[in-house]
């Protein structure tokens, strides 16, 4: 048993931000109908290739557990098959470019008739207003919402992060919202539209730059390294390194090794609440009862001395021997891993997040596995659909298409070539 079985989702995702909601789906316990434009397929099928003739890793690792189908949605036996599945499934979730589907004729309106019941999920750049046509990528939207602006070192130009904020980010927040309109469903009977624009779902991951946008009205922002430096702070909230984003101080600093290996690093915070074991484990107890280091207050300005001794210190130790000292005393500290160790970790293997699926085209490879974990609904992996590879199955055993009928939907060209189809 599963958390969402018996659920049908009508999956018209491309790329990154739609395929993460579906994908999470799936490993939910939906069935995932992933629609694909015949002998094409989803663009990232064959985008940043490294296995010639083999699906990539960028679509083999965005779209498990899933089945595959194509068909040609602006043809007309191609859109009498889609309003089949439309009238089938219980959530279609699509992140095309505005306008898309209307031009298809599945308008939010036209879908209602053939199913009222259908909850109709997208994944848009930006929400309604003057951006709300733009085509959109994910650095576009880490720029427009707000978290280029604030990542980065001061004396540098804005940064986009390597985490998928933008896309895999959107994604899960419209999965959240499927779930919310599945849920309101049981009461209402009835359907909804579900649409997370990227710019907003980065907004909302920014939060706290808001939340400091506005404390600089009343004054500096004091846990800012600049605040130490005695830089001045401008009309926006700027960018802060590696300056921990809450109220307790942290850095990144050089651990053992940093000269030649580019990770050899650790976050180090300063919580106020183990201070007095942090200056007995860097050799400074003397900073437990001097005025200008034993308060939160009074270190604030002396940032740059704090972390500049600390790091003195874990410049001695490799990154894992800094955890291991600090943990003892609850001392929050983290190793930066790079992607190498985190693919050869034991226990994240163990959890099922870092998986090894094979693949008939590709063979092994790693993948992350579901990051969110139920103890009555676990998730088993599979290895993500070949394009049109259920074309055949679904047809037939969601549709009920049979004899003529199969005959006549196949013939037509509209679900894939016609000879191959016909041969499955
Ligand atoms: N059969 C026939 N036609 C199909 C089809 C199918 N099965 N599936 C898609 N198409 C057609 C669409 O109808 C569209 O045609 P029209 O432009 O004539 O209406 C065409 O394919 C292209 O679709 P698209 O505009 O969505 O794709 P694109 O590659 O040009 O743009 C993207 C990609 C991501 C920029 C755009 O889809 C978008 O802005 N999506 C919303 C935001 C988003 O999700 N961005 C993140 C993507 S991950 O980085």
């Not at 706290?208 to 130490?228: A, F, I, M, W």
């Not at 993500?384 to 199969?406: K, N, R």
Request: proline share 6%; net charge negative; charged share 25%.
């Amino acid at each position: 048993m599963k958390a969402l079985e018996g659920v049908k989702v009508l999956d018209f995702t491309h790329v990154q931000s739609g395929p993460t909601c579906t994908q999470l789906l799936a490993w939910f316990g939906a069935d995932v109908i992933k629609v694909e434009r015949p002998g094409v397929g989803d663009a990232t099928r064959k985008q940043l290739i490294d296995k010639p003739g083999a699906d990539s890793l960028y679509f083999t690792m965005l779209n498990h557990n899933k089945r595959s189908i194509e068909i040609n949605s602006k043809n007309e036996i191609g859109k009498e098959v889609l309003t089949k599945l439309i009238e089938t499934c219980d959530v279609l979730v699509e992140n095309f470019a505005p306008g898309a589907l209307d031009r298809m004729g599945f308008s939010w309106e036209n879908i209602q008739k053939i199913n009222p019941r259908i909850i109709v999920a997208s994944v848009k750049g930006f929400g309604p207003g003057k951006y709300e046509d733009c085509k959109v990528y994910e650095n576009v939207a880490q720029c427009a919402g707000g978290s280029a602006s604030t990542t980065g070192f001061l004396d540098g130009p804005p940064v986009v992060t390597g985490a998928q904020i933008g896309d895999s980010g959107t994604g899960l927040h419209l999965a959240l919202g499927i779930l919310a309109a599945l849920f309101q469903r049981e009461k209402t009977g009835k359907g909804q539209k579900v649409l997370a624009p990227m710019q907003d779902g980065v907004i909302n991951l920014c939060r706290v730059k808001l939340r400091d946008q506005q404390r600089l009205e009343t004054g500096p922002l004091t846990e800012y390294s600049q605040y130490g430096e005695g830089i001045e702070f401008g009309d926006a909230t700027p960018r802060a390194g590696n300056d921990s984003g809450g109220g307790q101080p942290g850095r990144i600093l050089k651990c053992k090794g940093w000269e030649t290996d580019p990770n050899a690093y650790t976050y180090f915070i300063t919580q106020a609440a183990v201070w007095e074991k942090i200056c007995d484990v860097i050799g400074k107890p003397e900073w437990k009862t001097d005025p200008d280091f034993a308060t939160p207050k009074a270190r604030l300005p002396r940032l740059n001395q704090i972390f500049g001794t600390i790091e003195d210190w874990t410049m001695t130790k490799t990154k894992f021997e800094v955890m291991e000292i600090c943990n003892p005393h609850d001392i929050p500290v983290g190793p930066i891993l790079s992607m190498k160790e985190i693919a050869e970790d034991e226990g994240l293997r163990k959890t099922g997040t870092i998986v090894e699926v094979d693949h008939p085209e590709r063979g092994k490879y790693l993948t992350v596995g579901c990051p969110i974990k139920m103890s009555d609904s676990p998730v088993e992996v599979t290895r993500s659909p070949l394009l049109g590879e259920h074309t055949v199955e679904i047809l037939s055993q969601v549709l009920g298409y049979s004899g003529d009928e199969l005959k006549r939907v196949v013939a037509s060209g509209a679900v894939g070539d016609t000879e191959k189809v016909a041969a499955e």
